[in-house]
């Protein structure tokens, strides 16, 4: 079978990158609790339970910048507003463990904060990881144009495989 070199073939239990039969054994699957994220998470379970990988759930808190808030205020992770952000960012990466769980394999939790794309491509570069799945984080044409893509800058910037799923 001739695939396009970033391409990604799913049958049963092979997944081809190019020609190279790849195993993935860690597998990063980044979600922000949107609809297009919970199906990414659906997918990188199945891929999960087909290669037994582990699993890094992983949700970035963006951090919030003092243009938003208040002329003289800052926000600290003291404030109830970041316990409600940080409280909702482990709500979402525990529904991911538990969906991993269920299918007997092994789930770790993180929790980063920072910019999500430059976050999620560090934590995949420093733990190793195979195979990086991600939503299209629910961002619309115009906002993706004017915000840029996380999913997007991952695919751009990732040394390993990148699933995108919408």
Known sequence: MNLHPKSLYIADTIIQWGNIM??????????????DAKRAVSAGVEIARQFDSDIYAVHVLSQISSKVLPAGSRM???DLP???????????????????????????TVLLMGHPAEEI????????????????LGKTKIKKFLLGSVAENVVRHSDVPVLVVS
């Open 82 to 108: 970041f316990k409600d952000i940080e409280r909702e960012g482990n709500r979402i990466i525990g529904s991911v463990e538990e969906i991993g769980i269920s299918e007997g394999l092994a789930v770790d």
């Open 22 to 35: 790849t195993i993935f054994n860690k597998i990063l699957i980044a979600t922000d609790g949107s609809e």
């Open 121 to 136: 491509l560090n934590f995949a570069d420093e733990n190793n990881v195979d195979l990086i799945v991600v939503g299209t």
């Open 76 to 78: 600290t992770e003291h």
